[in-house]
């Protein structure tokens, strides 16, 4: 049934993250080193989903039609240019699909919801971030639309935040200790901060290369009381204590050697403390420690597995799984951290 904010997967039941049965998975680093990553598998959109009585036969075999491009079915929903999500707080997993023009919702039980509708008639444009909020809301940046709009746990329009204040919004992250929600202004080279009720409560940054400033800021990331911001045009991940307009820590050496950065976008990090910085402009997931010493790569151009085609944004749930939005591959491709040193060391 079709909500009015929502179009419904048809009979769905199960969530599937995990690769198909009986194939081993990949692992990182690769032997004979100790694994602290392996890919869990990808979701898709409605394929990652069993109908009742089907055994999970059926979800594999519309897996087969997507890897393949053979089509043996109806029209099925999909990704088409994913960007960025969240987990955490969220009791499912919400992606941003700007090339869709809407936000996808992947339940754990009871199937894929896709929110197209920002409010009222007015479509989603350019969906470019999300968070979740308090009561199972998600908190959505249309770049297009230059405003941040807060649906709730069916998608139904609960608010617009800053309309017509912004530049450009696209990052999100929230503070959930304070219920403060953070917009990452790429127009105007700002974050923005907002109270729980949508209210501007204060900004920092300018267009610069100094500590502090900015050049086309992207994605956002909170925990533990720092700010992580892809400050995307200086190359670099500049992280905030809550409530300081100086740095940290800054992340990133512009270059041309895996670990140095060009294009960061999605930033994040995991119950250990390391931070995962999204290289796009060489196709990597990349890991540093919690001092921004380089640890690990992942990825390289491709479309087969640990591999990714102008990746974007980048999350991990309260279970250390870390996705990534693979955006031109159409899909989000599944991590789960294993534990230990990120760099192998046991």
């Not at 925990?223 to 991940?237: F, S």
């Not at 930033?267 to 380089?294: K, M, P, Q, W």
């Amino acid at each position: 049934m079709l909500a009015a904010t929502a179009c419904a997967a048809p009979a769905p039941s199960v969530l599937r993250l995990d690769a198909e049965p009986g194939r081993a998975m990949r692992t990182w680093p690769h032997a004979p080193e100790v694994p602290r990553y392996r890919q869990e598998g990808v979701l898709i959109g409605e394929l990652n989903y069993d109908a009742p009585g089907s055994g999970g036969k059926s979800g594999w075999r519309t897996a087969l039609e997507w890897v393949t491009g053979l089509g043996f079915g109806e029209a099925r929903e999909e990704l088409l240019r994913p960007s960025a999500g969240a987990a955490e707080g969220c009791g499912r997993i919400v992606v941003a699909d700007p090339g869709r023009g809407g936000v996808f919702s992947f339940r754990p039980e009871g199937g894929l919801d896709v929110y197209e509708y920002a409010f009222g008639t007015k479509r989603f444009a350019s969906p470019t971030g999300v968070a979740c909020g308090a009561g199972r809301s998600v908190f959505v940046a249309d770049s297009a639309l230059g405003a941040v709009i807060e649906l709730d746990g069916e998608g139904r329009t609960v608010r617009r935040i800053g309309e017509g204040q912004f530049g450009r919004p696209t990052g999100l992250a929230l503070d959930r200790e304070r219920g403060e929600l953070y917009v990452a202004d790429t127009g105007a080279h700002e974050i923005r901060v907002f109270d729980a009720a949508g209210q501007p409560l204060r900004r920092f940054g300018r267009r610069g290369e100094a500590e502090g400033e900015f050049n086309y800021p992207t994605h956002l990331w909170f925990r533990g009381g720092d700010l992580y911001v892809a400050d995307t045009m200086n190359g670099r991940i500049q992280v905030f204590a809550r409530g300081q307009p100086r740095p940290r820590l800054v992340l990133g050496s512009r270059g041309l050697y895996v670990g140095q950065l060009v294009r960061p976008k999605g930033v994040a990090t995991d119950s250990a403390g390391n931070i995962y910085v999204i290289e796009s402009y060489h196709d990597h997931l990349l890991v540093y420690d919690r001092e921004g010493r380089f640890l690990l790569p992942i990825g390289g151009l491709g479309r087969g597995e640990g591999q990714f085609y102008l990746p974007s944004g980048l999350w991990i749930d309260e279970r250390d799984r870390v996705y990534v939005a693979d955006m031109f591959n159409g899909r989000v491709v599944v991590f789960q951290f294993l534990g230990g040193d990120a760099d192998g060391e046991p």
